[in-house]
């Protein structure tokens, strides 16, 4: 069979068929163009867009919602000189803003994530149980909802903010485990760095979109649209989901029969849908859930300081104005969205034509993705006033990150593909607790926002990055494990 794949790989494609057949192995295909599990890619990457949206949205606000004058009455400086910008319109300011402290702020950018940890298994659970389209639609339909009741809540007290945030994470916690329980029905082995990568490109969409559109917003009408107007982009998204999804192959009205079987016989060597047992002995005792665990808070403590804080570092330290902040925190996710998507792939070409094995393009991925974030968020504190450097490092620094959306981050889906759901909320568990607690310390060690503080958060994050991608590199696999399905079987590992 090694022969013929070989052979399958440098003959004409009717040739290749042929003989796949004759060694016994499926030659059953489907095109990707205009299927329906890229249209569910598609329609994913959506709504990954929405969620991420609403959840960057209120850092770029954060900007224009506090009242930044000193006792005598004079705008407060940043480290670094201010740059030159246009005056802004009177209307800019027609909403309220508030006296919230640097510790206040950090409980409030880290509120969602209170709520967001909270229903990470139980929505695992839940997706594989009842099914995850109906869970993921009112997941973000319900963020949605609390998103549009956020500047009320502002005016009530920071309290009731919190509250509202704290809300909105418990709606959006169901989507990464409803999305990859999911895609355990929908996504053939060989294609999953592509269409997952695609689906989840929509997170970076939503940040790039986002920071920049919010500035925007701010500057010619006021904090508060900016939380309506993602919220009807969200409706509109849900009434599409609901219309259009389904939660397998063989319950889509559409789908053509050749994608049906082309899907479910890439699949049926590796789902197991015994009743509701689920072998949770077996999982929590997993090393490589636990290697996977382990790399995902590591990226995630990067990744969620600079989402949260980016836009405040870009403001307090570089000096750059609301309708600047915006565009320039945007960059480093246009980066990152663009090496998920070429790295989903090069992921799968080289498992698919060139034979790697997954657990080493697993590994080698997480191990790009997670070391040159880590060397350049640690390059852009010492840039000092380069703003051009500072932005060029933040940049690269997330960008190389993307490309771990082919390594630990679809690895749920190789070692335990019938439990993907549950996988997922478990190492997200973890992976969310760099959100609760990566604010709230990032802005307690610079009260003053100079460049040496800012050194220390970087530092922090860049090592704990390190630590992630070793343990990750040491104890990940690329193997349905023996606990996932009753006949062990694997693609290329």
């Given at each position: 069979?090694?022969?013929?794949?070989?052979?399958?790989?440098?003959?004409?494609?009717?040739?290749?068929?042929?003989?796949?057949?004759?060694?016994?192995?499926?030659?059953?295909?489907?095109p990707a163009c205009c299927s329906s599990r890229y249209g569910l890619s598609l329609l994913s990457c959506y709504g990954f867009f929405v969620a991420y949206a609403l959840r960057v949205n209120l850092s770029v606000?954060?900007?224009?919602?506090?009242?930044?004058?000193?006792?005598?009455?004079?705008?407060?400086?940043?480290?670094?000189?201010?740059?030159?910008?246009?005056?802004?319109?009177?209307?800019?300011?027609?909403?309220?803003?508030?006296?919230?402290?640097?510790?206040?702020?950090?409980?409030?950018?880290?509120?969602?994530?209170?709520?967001?940890?909270?229903?990470?298994?139980?929505?695992?659970?839940?997706?594989?149980?009842?099914?995850?389209?109906?869970?993921?639609?009112?997941?973000?339909?319900?963020t949605v909802v609390f998103t549009l009741l956020t500047p009320m809540a502002a005016d009530l007290g920071a309290g009731y903010l919190i509250a509202v945030r704290v809300l909105e994470g418990i709606g959006e916690?169901?989507?990464?485990?409803?999305?990859?329980?999911?895609?355990?029905?929908?996504?053939?082995?060989?294609?999953?760095?592509?269409?997952?990568?695609?689906?989840?490109?929509?997170?970076?969409?939503?940040?790039?979109?986002?920071?920049?559109?919010?500035?925007?917003?701010?500057?010619?009408?006021?904090?508060?649209?900016?939380?309506?107007?993602?919220?009807?982009?969200?409706?509109?998204?849900?009434?599409?989901?609901?219309?259009?999804?389904?939660?397998?192959?063989?319950?889509?009205?559409?789908?053509?029969?050749?994608?049906?079987?082309?899907?479910?016989?890439?699949?049926?060597?590796?789902?197991?849908?015994?009743?509701?047992?689920?072998?949770?002995?077996?999982?929590?005792?997993?090393?490589?859930?636990?290697?996977?665990?382990?790399?995902?808070?590591?990226?995630?403590?990067?990744?969620?300081?600079?989402?949260?804080?980016?836009?405040?570092?870009?403001?307090?330290?570089?000096?750059?104005?609301?309708?600047?902040?915006?565009?320039?925190?945007?960059?480093?996710?246009?980066?990152?969205?663009?090496?998920?998507?070429?790295?989903?792939?090069?992921?799968?070409?080289?498992?698919?034509?060139?034979?790697?094995?997954?657990?080493?393009?697993?590994?080698?991925?997480?191990?790009?993705?997670?070391?040159?974030?880590?060397?350049?968020?640690?390059?852009?504190?010492?840039?000092?006033?380069?703003?051009?450097?500072?932005?060029?490092?933040?940049?690269?620094?997330?960008?190389?990150?993307?490309?771990?959306?082919?390594?630990?981050?679809?690895?749920?889906?190789?070692?335990?593909?019938?439990?993907?759901?549950?996988?997922?909320?478990?190492?997200?568990?973890?992976?969310?607790?760099?959100?609760?607690?990566?604010?709230?310390?990032?802005?307690?060690?610079?009260?003053?926002?100079?460049?040496?503080?800012?050194?220390?958060?970087?530092?922090?994050?860049?090592?704990?990055?390190?630590?992630?991608?070793?343990?990750?590199?040491?104890?990940?696999?690329?193997?349905?494990?023996?606990?996932?399905?009753?006949?062990?079987?694997?693609?290329?590992?």
């Amino acid at each position: 069979k090694g022969q013929c794949l070989l052979r399958f790989a440098r003959s004409p494609s009717f040739t290749s068929q042929l003989s796949l057949f004759l060694c016994g192995l499926p030659s059953l295909s489907a095109p990707a163009c205009c299927s329906s599990r890229y249209g569910l890619s598609l329609l994913s990457c959506y709504g990954f867009f929405v969620a991420y949206a609403l959840r960057v949205n209120l850092s770029v606000a954060m900007v224009d919602m506090l009242n930044n004058t000193d006792a005598s009455g004079n705008t407060s400086k940043s480290v670094c000189p201010a740059h030159s910008s246009p005056a802004r319109p009177i209307y800019n300011h027609t909403a309220s803003v508030y006296d919230w402290d640097s510790e206040t702020q950090g409980w409030i950018l880290g509120s969602f994530f209170y709520g967001y940890i909270l229903t990470q298994i139980p929505g695992g659970y839940l997706a594989r149980k009842y099914g995850a389209k109906w869970l993921l639609g009112l997941g973000i339909l319900g963020t949605v909802v609390f998103t549009l009741l956020t500047p009320m809540a502002a005016d009530l007290g920071a309290g009731y903010l919190i509250a509202v945030r704290v809300l909105e994470g418990i709606g959006e916690g169901v989507t990464f485990p409803a999305m990859h329980a999911m895609w355990a029905f929908w996504a053939p082995p060989m294609e999953r760095s592509r269409l997952l990568t695609i689906a989840y490109t929509g997170a970076q969409l939503g940040t790039v979109v986002a920071l920049p559109l919010s500035a925007q917003i701010c500057f010619y009408l006021d904090w508060t649209w900016v939380f309506y107007i993602f919220g009807i982009v969200g409706i509109v998204w849900f009434i599409l989901w609901a219309l259009l999804v389904s939660n397998t192959p063989s319950t889509h009205p559409r789908i053509t029969e050749q994608e049906r079987l082309y899907i479910t016989s890439s699949l049926n060597k590796e789902l197991t849908l015994s009743g509701d047992h689920i072998p949770w002995g077996s999982i929590l005792t997993s090393m490589p859930l636990w290697a996977i665990v382990v790399a995902h808070f590591s990226y995630n403590w990067t990744f969620y300081t600079l989402l949260t804080l980016l836009p405040t570092y870009m403001s307090d330290v570089l000096g750059f104005s609301i309708k600047e902040n915006g565009a320039l925190s945007a960059l480093p996710y246009i980066g990152c969205g663009l090496l998920a998507v070429l790295g989903g792939q090069l992921a799968d070409y080289l498992r698919e034509n060139c034979f790697y094995r997954t657990v080493v393009v697993r590994k080698a991925f997480s191990l790009v993705g997670m070391i040159g974030p880590a060397v350049f968020i640690v390059a852009a504190g010492y840039t000092g006033c380069n703003y051009i450097l500072a932005v060029a490092f933040l940049s690269i620094s997330s960008s190389l990150g993307g490309i771990v959306a082919s390594g630990f981050n679809i690895n749920h889906l190789d070692i335990a593909p019938s439990y993907a759901g549950i996988l997922l909320g478990i190492t997200n568990s973890f992976a969310t607790i760099p959100g609760m607690v990566g604010p709230v310390i990032a802005r307690a060690l610079t009260k003053n926002n100079t460049i040496e503080e800012w050194q220390t958060v970087f530092y922090i994050s860049a090592g704990i990055n390190l630590f992630g991608a070793v343990f990750y590199t040491v104890f990940g696999q690329g193997v349905v494990q023996p606990w996932a399905v009753h006949n062990p079987h694997s693609h290329g590992n």
